[in-house]
């Protein structure tokens, strides 16, 4: 009888190739989306590059076809739309989210794939303005306000929430239940993965001005209220408990301060004149307490609806992650 140690046996099959899709959601980019295919096309040939369009009259879908990309439409007008649509169709291992605009720096991808198979669930490039007309005043302070907002929320260093350039895993991008519909949509992702506590890293990478011809879709104001009001949205049902007890605490503050005047009346007259104010502090102290019980609801919600998520996370394949990969980069946020 032959020895255990004697039957011959197969060879591992060798691991199969890592699949990577570069996602690009375009609206009236034809100016621009034949150099950002060439250029993601050289710099990672082996990847299927798609672009998504979303209600373009400038022939973009046009242009891109005939520079090789795989290309998509979204009717629903907004990059919310665009991005779920692209989520839910492709099918990959790394997925690479780029906007058409060329204005994001292809040849940093490998740096950031590095950093993904390294350990990371998704990793942002954080852009380092190039040209004085790439990054506009009004953006960098309200990109800058809203990253500290986010941080401070979540308690984890950021530096560029709104970014558009990430690479992240399938397990990321198939348990990311996306709501937002417009240019929010950076600031979902950013939250998704801060709520349930993944690795985020972020690698500098240039940021250049749109070229002639190249018009922006953004509206400082607008989407800066947009996404301002997403991120209250966002802070309310991701850190429901802190959310309600600051609201609580102003409520209450104002009762007090009301009472406390007729509270002084009533301490040297055994008086209440004013019965008006005195129920309208009374009413505000309920809705105080109220707002605080509301919170610890939620927050116990919040946290069925986070293990759901983080289960929905793990029950995706995890990425083949590479041995010969550096570290993470120092700018992993703790």
Not at 45 to 70: C, F, K, M, Q, W
Not at 145 to 152: A, D, E, S
Request: with cysteine; net charge positive; hydrophobic share 45%.
């Amino acid at each position: 009888m032959m020895s255990a140690a004697a039957i011959p046996r197969s060879p591992p099959a060798a691991p199969a190739a890592r699949r990577t899709a570069v996602l690009i959601p375009c609206r009236n980019e034809a100016a621009t989306i034949a150099k950002v295919i060439a250029d993601f096309r050289a710099v990672l040939p082996e990847a299927v590059i798609h672009v998504y369009d979303n209600n373009s009259t400038d022939g973009t879908a046009d242009v891109a076809r005939r520079s090789g990309a795989l290309v998509g439409r979204e009717p629903r007008q907004g990059k919310g739309h665009v991005v779920r649509r692209m989520f839910r169709d492709v099918e990959a291992d790394i997925y690479v989210l780029v906007d058409g605009d060329a204005t994001y720096d292809a040849a940093s991808l490998p740096r950031l794939i590095d950093a993904l198979l390294a350990g990371a669930d998704m990793v942002v490039g954080a852009r380092v303005g190039k040209d004085a007309a790439a990054y506009r005043r009004g953006h960098q302070f309200g990109n800058r306000t809203l990253t500290r907002v986010v941080g401070g929320i979540f308690r984890r260093k950021l530096r560029d929430v709104l970014s558009g350039y990430r690479v992240m895993s399938r397990r990321f991008v198939k348990s990311f239940p996306v709501l937002s519909t417009g240019f929010e949509i950076e600031t979902e992702l950013t939250v998704h993965a801060l709520g349930l506590d993944l690795s985020i890293v972020e690698i500098d990478t240039p940021y250049y001005a749109r070229p002639a011809g190249s018009v922006s879709k953004l509206s400082t104001w607008r989407d800066g209220l947009r996404i301002l009001a997403t991120l209250l949205r966002l802070y309310r049902s991701e850190r429901p408990l802190s959310f309600f007890a600051v609201l609580s605490a102003l409520i209450a503050s104002i009762s007090v301060a009301l009472a406390i005047p007729l509270l002084a009346t009533y301490a040297e007259t055994g008086l209440v004149p004013r019965l008006p104010t005195a129920v309208l502090a009374t009413g505000l102290m309920i809705l105080a307490c109220l707002a605080l019980a509301v919170g610890f609801v939620l927050d116990i919600v919040t946290r069925g609806r986070r293990e759901v998520k983080l289960l929905a996370f793990l029950a995706q394949p995890p990425l083949e992650r590479s041995a010969a990969s550096s570290p993470a980069p120092p700018h992993d946020t703790p």
